[in-house]
């Protein structure tokens, strides 16, 4: 297994996290058995990484990884989690959850622990409720040890929250087709230059970047008989200041995947950063239309969110991943006019940079969602 050096810090975790986010349910509960099996076989190979949070799996997460990792010796492995804003309505409540979720997770410590997924709103909540005083009390308490974010908006956002605090750590989504988006490739550059260690979410884009057409995947395949997720998880791993890499492994093949991909651990090379290069290439070319998401072309007469469907129209085209489409698509019913709703008025292609011919392009769309949906 490969591990990684935390800078200065007396802290040394294995390059593979072990995300619980995704674990199998029945019923609406976890899959014990299943997933105790994937978690035994990560630990006895290495991983000494596990991340959890308040509302994974309705909230029944960090209790059954409490019990998971129970029966392996404290000191041997590295635990996160998170404060989750969406489920602490007051400044009480925030001071309140550490125990709540130390008791949950059956343990009198959590290594690293995360105000979650910050943003331009949370971050008011994190100013108005001084929620850095109540970690850091819980550090100098001995209840956390490590204080860090988790972050998803942009780069501006991104830069003033490293300015808000000397952080332990930070965790960002990062990947060979997410170099552009959120903080990007360029934040974590910030990171590295501040020496602040990096674990990374979402290396394979939700999955995204374990299969593609098969005319994609051979590109890879030509080169090496590895695993298509393997090479996203080298790219990213290849980053000197990425300490920890999740991956939310819910299957068995998974979970074998990556503990050979990280048990010999291989920096990509400048020919596999070619071949990097050209999958991305050919995922841009089937790419359903070309935009760029600048919202020029808002507000729209029929009140479409157009930017948004078409980043959906581009995901599905790319990855042909029904289940985030299913997910995107329900997301959008709550804030946009449906897309059969256009008047053909013109006005957004008049107003679009890429020269879109916004209403022929909603109508394809319309016709591939008719048929998945
Ligand atoms: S043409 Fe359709 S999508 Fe464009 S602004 Fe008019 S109603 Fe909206
Ligand atoms: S103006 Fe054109 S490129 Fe910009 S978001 Fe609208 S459709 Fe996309």
Redesign the pocket.
């Known amino acids: 297994m490969e591990y990684r050096k935390w800078y200065d810090q007396d802290i040394n975790t294995s390059l593979l996290g072990f995300g619980a986010m995704r674990l199998k349910t029945h019923d609406g509960e976890i899959d014990e058995e299943k997933a105790m099996a994937l978690i035994d076989y990560a630990y006895y190979n290495g991983v000494n990484y596990f991340d959890t949070a308040m509302p994974y799996t309705n909230g029944k997460n960090e209790s059954f990884l409490g019990k998971a990792l129970k029966r392996y010796p404290r000191d041997s492995f590295y635990l996160a989690t998170k404060m989750s804003f969406g489920m602490i309505n007051s400044r009480e409540e925030a001071l309140n959850i550490i125990d709540k979720q130390l008791a949950n997770l059956q343990t009198n410590y959590i290594d690293m622990y995360l105000l979650h997924a910050l943003n331009k709103n949370s971050i008011k909540r994190v100013e108005e409720w001084n929620v850095l005083d109540i970690v850091e009390r819980w550090k100098q308490e001995g209840k956390i040890r490590n204080i860090g974010f988790s972050f998803h908006d942009d780069y501006e956002t991104f830069i003033k929250i490293l300015d808000m605090y000397n952080w332990d750590f930070s965790q960002i989504q990062l990947n060979y087709m997410d170099t552009d988006f959120q903080q990007g490739i360029k934040g974590y550059y910030d990171l590295e230059e501040r020496g602040i260690p990096t674990v990374i979410m979402e290396p394979l884009k939700g999955g995204k970047l374990a299969h593609f057409h098969e005319s994609i995947e051979k590109i890879f395949k030509e080169y090496s008989d590895d695993s298509i997720a393997s090479w996203a998880f080298r790219w990213v791993g290849s980053l000197p200041g990425v300490k920890v890499i999740l991956s939310g492994m819910n299957e068995m093949d998974q979970v074998i995947d990556n503990i050979k991909t990280f048990s010999v651990f291989k920096p990509i090379t400048i020919e596999e950063e070619k071949r990097i290069d050209q999958v991305k290439a050919a995922l841009y070319a089937i790419k359903a239309v070309d935009c760029t998401a600048c919202r020029y ?1 808002m ?6 969110d ?1 930017p948004r469907f078409f980043a959906l129209y581009n995901m599905f085209s790319m990855y042909g991943d029904i289940d985030d489409a299913k997910w995107r698509f329900d997301q959008l019913k709550k804030g946009s006019s449906m ?1 059969d ?9 008049k107003q679009c940079p890429q020269k879109i011919d ?2 022929l392009q ?1 109508k394809k769309m319309a016709k591939i969602m008719d048929f998945l949906f």
Request: one cysteine or more; proline letters at 10%; hydrophobic letters at 40%.
């Open positions: 072309c507000p729209c007469t029929a009140e479409i157009i897309i709703k256009c008047i053909e008025c013109g006005k957004c292609v916004v209403p909603l």
